[in-house]
């Protein structure tokens, strides 16, 4: 029994053009495949190269700083609400930028999840009662793609298995070890840096250098 007929078949000259031209689809297939495959590899390479860039601005010393700012903030009973302005304001425009990225598929959301997505939701539980007070002042759409982003880590959790729950309890009892660990790598970043940056003290009045009387 014959499979496959081929009398009447011819590879080369007249009457080959079927072969040569399933040669032709052949090889296209492959160098399309191999196109989308260098594409996928560069996706990745550049994925990769996004989010270790947003990691070391996450750990970068000006990052460091002013999140041990509203740490000690809410250590010291600030409500979440009025934790500094400037502190609280970069830290919603670092995430307000990735949302950005990751909403416009600059970023996968998957990757970024991967590597940052504790700190997202733990920062945008921290700092929501701030931003609503800012969305009174200046309309509905302040952080709009922070609060989208903390939704799409928060749904990537529950596909994970991770039943974290980021509220006001949580932030209340991590807050001491989060504010300890900032403090230590931001201890490191100075060292690395060479000299540490020291708010100036006090001018000291004549009053309080003047000599005691009954001295």
Same mark, same amino acid.
């Given at each position: ?14 009457? &080959? ?6 040669? &032709? ?11 989308? /495959?260098? $594409? ?5 390479? &550049?994925?990769?190269?996004? @989010? +270790?860039?947003? &990691? ?13 700012? *509203?740490?000690?903030?809410? !250590? ?5 609400? !009025? ?8 830290? @919603?425009?670092?995430?307000?930028? *990735?949302?950005? $990225?990751?909403?416009?598929? !600059? *970023? ?6 991967? +590597? ?9 539980? +921290? $700092? ?6 800012? /969305?009174?002042? @200046? ?9 989208? $982003? ?13 039943? +974290? *729950?980021?509220d006001a309890e949580y932030i209340a009892r991590t807050l001491d070890n989060h504010m300890r660990n900032q403090s230590d790598r931001l201890r490191t970043a100075e060292d690395l840096r060479g000299f540490v940056l020291r708010p100036s003290s006090p001018a000291v009045t004549k009053m309080q250098t003047a000599p005691d009387p009954?001295?």
């Open positions: 029994m014959k499979f496959i007929n081929t009398d009447g078949m011819s590879f080369v000259g007249p009457g &080959s053009e079927w072969f040569w031209t399933a040669v &032709s689809g052949l090889v296209l297939a492959v160098t399309f495949v191999a196109i989308w /495959r260098q $594409l996928a590899l560069q996706r990745s390479a &550049s994925g990769y190269a996004q @989010v +270790t860039d947003l &990691s070391r601005q996450d750990m970068a010393e000006p990052m460091l700083r002013v999140k041990v700012e *509203i740490y000690r903030a809410l !250590h010291d009973g600030c409500e979440p609400a !009025h934790v500094p302005f400037g502190a609280a304001s970069y830290v @919603v425009d670092f995430w307000e930028d *990735i949302g950005v $990225l990751v909403r416009h598929g !600059h *970023i996968d959301r998957r990757l970024l999840h991967e +590597t940052m997505g504790n700190g997202c939701r733990r920062w945008w539980t +921290t $700092l929501q009662p701030f931003i609503e007070r800012v /969305r009174a002042e @200046v309309g509905p759409r302040a952080a709009e793609h922070f609060e989208w $982003l903390a939704g799409q880590m928060a749904d990537l959790d529950r596909k994970v298995g991770d039943t +974290t *729950i980021y009954d001295l």
